[in-house]
T-cell receptor, first 117, second 111 residues
Framework: GAVVSQHPSWVICKSGTSVKIECRSL??????MFWYRQFPKQSLMLMAT?????????EQGVEKDKFLINHASLTLSTLTVTSAHPEDSSFYIC?????????????FGAGSRLTVL | QKEVEQDPGPLSVPEGAIVSLNCTYS??????FMWYRQYSRKGPELLMY????GNKEDGRFTAQVDKSSKYISLFIRDSQPSDSATYLC???????????FGQGTELSVKP
């Protein structure tokens, strides 16, 4: 079945540094990928839609200069949290629609837990 | 008011019990309804997907959608300890629309 892989699964960094999270579709191509953020005991909130070959579309209230998204190929999207601060500590999850599923079904990665000290 | 409301629980039941999980929503334009299961520190996995109103059954799981009441449910029969997870409802208006998630209900099934 369709698999989405994220790396790293866990990262700790110092305040002010930048962190890159990778999202790969392992056995299918994805022209679109979605990045979500989930705080403890909270819902998944869509941050941005990553589009291969074009700029990402950000949700209202999400700083595009802080959360840089690059959809480098049909199987890879990256999220870079720039100048991270403790309030950016969260669980970041990417997803992609597998082929022949329509846009209604999303396959999610296992998530990346970011802790900013 | 949130677009999608879901009781966060936690909900604790004995093994073998029937579990009922619910979500209410305010946007009458939602047409696609999903239930995801999320184990601790993992990404969500799709359990059930329903279009418009009606029921859908898959093994021990039954999803119900009542659009007139803006209410959806997930029933788990003969619950197992392995069902212990957070269950998230999600919905969208159309195929290309944004998927809106509920807060998730934490379920614990005790052996």
């Amino acid at each position: 079945g369709a698999v989405v892989s994220q790396h790293p699964s866990w990262v700790i960094c110092k305040s002010g540094t930048s962190v890159k999270i990778e999202c790969r579709s392992l056995d299918f191509q994805a022209t679109t990928m979605f990045w979500y953020r989930q705080f403890p005991k909270q819902s998944l909130m869509l941050m941005a839609t990553s589009n291969e070959g074009s700029k990402a579309t950000y949700e209202q209230g999400v700083e595009k200069d802080k959360f840089l998204i690059n959809h480098a190929s049909l199987t890879l999207s990256t999220l870079t949290v720039t100048s991270a601060h403790p309030e950016d500590s969260s669980f970041y999850i990417c997803s992609a629609p597998p082929p022949n599923s329509g846009a209604n079904v999303l396959t999610f990665g296992a998530g990346s837990r970011l802790t900013v000290l | 008011q949130k677009e999608v409301e879901q009781d966060p629980g936690p909900l604790s039941v004995p093994e073998g019990a029937i579990v009922s999980l619910n979500c209410t929503y305010s946007n009458s334009a939602f047409q696609y309804f999903m239930w995801y299961r999320q184990y601790s520190r993992k990404g969500p996995e799709l359990l059930m997907y329903t279009y418009s109103s009606g029921n859908k059954e898959d093994g021990r799981f039954t999803a119900q959608v009542d659009k007139s009441s803006k209410y959806i449910s997930l029933f788990i029969r003969d619950s197992q300890p392995s069902d212990s997870a957070t269950y998230l409802c999600a919905m969208k208006e159309n195929q290309g629309g944004k998927l809106i998630f509920g807060q998730g209900t934490e379920l614990s099934v005790k052996p």
